[in-house]
């Protein structure tokens, strides 16, 4: 049977050699290939720094506890967070002893909905963590202009999002910063990982410190020993290299993501491009059943990255009866990112779901499938024959 799955991963020549290149340096710690990943990934989203890490999650836990530090908010201080996302996204402002606050998404677009940020305001907002799903940048003007009225931070969630722009700006360069996965699965993928970007280089310094432990940033890896001119300035390190200035973490990548992060960054237009035309092919070859299916828009001034191809099903199609029609057929699904309705969130928040229609409404109907640079127009094809044989049996929602 055809199998149509969500990732893709096809390890290089130019990643064997550059992996092959950290075994021979016996070098694993952060290094020059870290180094290089981070330096070409900031300048691909035209920011100051990158911070490589070893998870979205970590890059998101300490891109919140970096601006947290920073500005001196108080445990139990409120973020806005999406209603549909990675659970990561909430976690992290848990995880920082601060609260989430969930904002209901657009309907069309999946992402955090500016006109419902407002409701959501109190005393104690900080900040927004705008989400970027599924490759589509968030409506970011009304919610910047939300911020700077209200004066708060605004931190990216670009973990299923890279390289696209909103009206000409890159994703990761609108918040003060911005948070990446490379885990399986994702565009650019090192096994696991993540980054953090900076607007500014002091931001980043923080993220690195809180990444090691909360280290003097005079000492933030081995090689800040090569900056060592002078007997004094060895005695200040000597005094200061195991001098732990802030809470911190141990959330630090090796030399092999590093290794693996470069190789796939220089090669990521073609994975990009191959992602938007499978991604607009399923469109095409989708659109004959769209009374039964809402499929991804890319509204005016937004490109879209494509990491995954999300459909909510109209009402009245029982989705997991249509899920496992696809995956009996060799198509892998996921649910849309449901958040409100997970159990561990029940437990801690109650029951949320009802005041946030949009999110129950994609958390009952919500699904995703591949669209990854690994598809062959065939696979496509075949994706668009097993809904239609489903929908056959199926009226459109309404029709009598
Ligand atoms: C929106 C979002 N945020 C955060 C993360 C966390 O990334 P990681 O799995 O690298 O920790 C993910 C990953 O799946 C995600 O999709």
Redesign the pocket.
């Known amino acids: 049977m055809r199998k149509v799955e969500l990732g893709y991963l096809k390890v290089s020549a130019t990643a064997k050699r550059y992996v092959n290149d950290v075994l021979d340096s016996n070098r694993l710690s952060t290094g020059p290939y870290i180094r290089r990943f981070e330096k070409a990934f900031a300048a691909e989203h035209d920011c100051a720094d990158a911070v490589m890490c070893n998870?979205?999650?970590?890059?998101?836990q300490i891109a919140l506890a970096a601006l947290k530090v920073r500005h001196g908010w108080k445990d139990g201080d409120e973020v806005l967070v999406p209603a549909i996302?990675?659970i990561?996204?909430s976690n992290i402002v848990l995880q920082n002893q601060m609260r989430p606050v969930f904002v209901d998404p657009h309907p069309a677009t999946y992402n955090i909905d500016p006109a419902q940020l407002e409701k959501h305001l109190t005393p104690r907002t900080r900040a927004i963590l705008p989400?970027?799903?599924f490759g589509l940048p968030c409506d970011m003007d009304p919610i910047l202009d939300f911020a700077k009225k209200h004066r708060l931070e605004v931190l990216e969630?670009?973990?299923?999002t890279m390289f696209v722009r909103y009206h000409g700006k890159k994703v990761g360069s609108f918040g003060a910063l911005g948070?990446f996965?490379?885990?399986v699965a994702?565009l650019l993928v090192t096994g696991?990982?993540?980054l953090v970007t900076a607007r500014d280089a002091e931001l980043g310094m923080l993220c690195r410190s809180i990444m090691a432990h909360g280290r003097d940033s005079i000492y933030l890896s081995i090689d800040d020993d090569d900056k060592i001119r002078s007997d004094d300035f060895r005695i200040q390190m000597i005094q200061r290299r195991f001098s732990m200035v802030r809470m911190g973490y141990s959330y630090r990548a090796t030399e092999l993501e590093g290794a693996l992060g470069l190789a796939a960054l220089e090669e990521k237009d073609a994975m990009m491009k191959a992602r938007k035309e499978n991604a607009a092919y399923l469109t095409r070859v989708l659109q004959p059943l769209a009374g039964h299916l809402q499929l991804p828009t890319v509204p005016a001034g937004h490109e879209h990255a494509f990491?995954m191809y999300p459909v909510v099903l109209r009402a009245g199609i029982e989705r997991d009866i249509f899920l496992n029609h696809l995956e009996s057929r060799g198509i892998e699904t996921r649910y849309m990112?449901p958040l409100l309705n997970q159990p561990f969130y029940r437990k801690i928040f109650g029951p949320l779901e009802e005041n946030y229609p949009v999110a129950r409404q994609i958390n009952a109907q919500g699904f995703y499938i591949g669209c990854h640079q690994g598809l062959v127009r065939e696979d496509m094809d075949y994706v668009a024959e097993v809904f239609r044989r489903y929908f056959q049996q199926v009226k459109p929602a309404g029709a009598r």
């Open positions: 998870s979205g999650t970590s890059a998101l996302t990675w990561a996204t989400a970027h799903l969630d670009s973990c299923e948070c996965s490379t885990y994702h696991v990982g993540g990491m990112m």
